[in-house]
């Protein structure tokens, strides 16, 4: 039945909205006669992405349109979700999630916040492709601050797909964001019946519903019937900051380069050349980068004042401090973590001391 439904609004949708619409209005009129005042209020962030996909077919998998459906859809399709709460939708964006920008992420975290602020609001779910949903979970673990769930989720499968996770996984991020057990524990990732921390979790395989993992970190819990179960108490991550953008417009550029052997010193020159401020290296090893890249970047160093973060490209591990002055270790952080870590910290101005506290200590 929820197939069709989906299948049916996914035809009926209209497409791509350009600019964000507010539509708590509308999905509480339509939804009225199940309002239920004593539920928890949550908010639901739309931003695109494969759970409001639209493929041509019910196997189409692949090559399907991204961020085709609007938050009221993917709300009237799990009607569900009014037995756990009282949920409103808004459309910050609909995209597909390698087009999120900083000025999208900032909107979004500025709203978030403002969310979380609301006394009548008991949590937040955020809708996002799965592709860079590791780096806004990061962005937003950064950024908010409060005891209340953020939850990011996404789906593998479009909505229009047999067997879409979309609806199933919307129901567990939003019985999530509105239990209180979810309180104290930041940004979590919801996929494939999992609870991921959204400060450690990545995108681990790039079609597989089991992709979102943190290999060494593990999970915080999962779901038995919707409910979410978990394994240990409220905790934050090591090295969990808080940086306030509430009145950020823009972020600086901080590019990523990938380390291999042979590799051509002339790209970190390039990218500062083209408005990077921070270089972030996705190095061999634990953090390696050859002698003629290295002496590139500490040319950029030296006389640019580029901030350099070294990372690994392998999918975990350490990568310890660099003990001079410009360019840091990135610890546990990813190269695309990293760079998030790297724009908000020079965009607060933090200087060498700090950068090393931050990116080398492990904690705040
Ligand atoms: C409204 O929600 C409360 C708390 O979740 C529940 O106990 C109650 O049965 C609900 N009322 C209706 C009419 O569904
Ligand atoms: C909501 O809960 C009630 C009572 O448990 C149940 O009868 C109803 O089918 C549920 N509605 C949905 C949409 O799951
Ligand atoms: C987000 O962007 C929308 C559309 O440009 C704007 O109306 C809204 O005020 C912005 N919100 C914040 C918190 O910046
Ligand atoms: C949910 O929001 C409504 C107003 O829209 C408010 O009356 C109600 O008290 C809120 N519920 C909770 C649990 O905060
Ligand atoms: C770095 O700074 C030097 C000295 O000011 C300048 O000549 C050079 O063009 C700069 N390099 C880049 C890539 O911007």
């Not at 692949?62 to 709460?85: C, E, F, K, R």
């Not at 417009?249 to 291999?260: C, K, M, N, R, T």
Request: proline letters at 5%.
């Amino acid at each position: 039945m929820l197939l069709s439904e989906f299948s049916l609004l996914a035809v009926t949708a209209s497409v791509a909205l350009a600019s964000p619409v507010h539509l708590p209005s509308l999905i509480q009129s339509r939804e009225a006669g199940v309002y239920n005042a004593s539920n928890p209020n949550i908010t639901i962030f739309a931003t695109g992405g494969t759970i409001a996909g639209s493929g041509s077919s019910s196997d189409q998998t692949t090559g399907y349109s991204a961020g085709a459906l609007g938050v009221d859809i993917l709300i009237s399709a799990v009607p569900q979700l009014w037995n756990v709460s009282n949920p409103t939708g808004v459309q910050v964006a609909n995209v597909d999630s390698g087009s999120i920008t900083p000025s999208i992420l900032l909107n979004l975290t500025q709203q978030v916040q403002t969310a979380l602020d609301d006394p009548y609001c008991q949590g937040v779910v955020v809708t996002h492709g799965t592709d860079t949903l590791e780096e806004s979970a990061f962005f937003l673990e950064l950024t908010t601050s409060s005891e209340k769930p953020v939850v990011i989720v996404g789906a593998m499968r479009p909505a229009t797909a047999i067997s879409a996770d979309g609806p199933i996984n919307l129901l567990e991020a939003v019985t999530l964001a509105a239990s209180p057990e979810a309180r104290g524990r930041g940004t979590m990732v919801v996929l494939n019946d999992r609870i991921g921390s959204g400060f450690y979790t990545s995108k681990s395989n790039a079609n597989s519903l089991d992709t979102f993992k943190a290999t060494e970190q593990g999970y915080l819990g999962w779901f038995q019937n919707i409910k979410p179960i978990f394994y240990y108490a409220p905790a934050l991550p090591m090295g969990k900051l808080h940086f306030d953008v509430m009145d950020t417009a823009e972020l600086p550029q901080v590019d990523i380069l990938y380390g291999h052997q042979a590799l051509n010193p002339a790209l970190a020159p390039a990218a500062v050349e083209s408005g990077a401020k921070g270089l972030v290296l996705a190095g061999m090893g634990a953090g390696g980068w050859t002698d003629g890249g290295k002496e590139a970047v500490e040319k950029l160093i030296a006389e640019n004042g580029t901030a350099v973060v070294y990372s690994r490209r392998t999918m975990d591990g350490f990568v310890e401090p660099k003990g001079s002055i410009g360019s840091y270790g990135g610890g546990f952080l990813n190269p695309q973590k990293a760079r998030i870590m790297l724009q908000l910290a020079l965009n607060a101005g933090y200087g060498d001391a700090e950068m090393e506290t931050i990116f080398e200590s492990g904690s705040e």
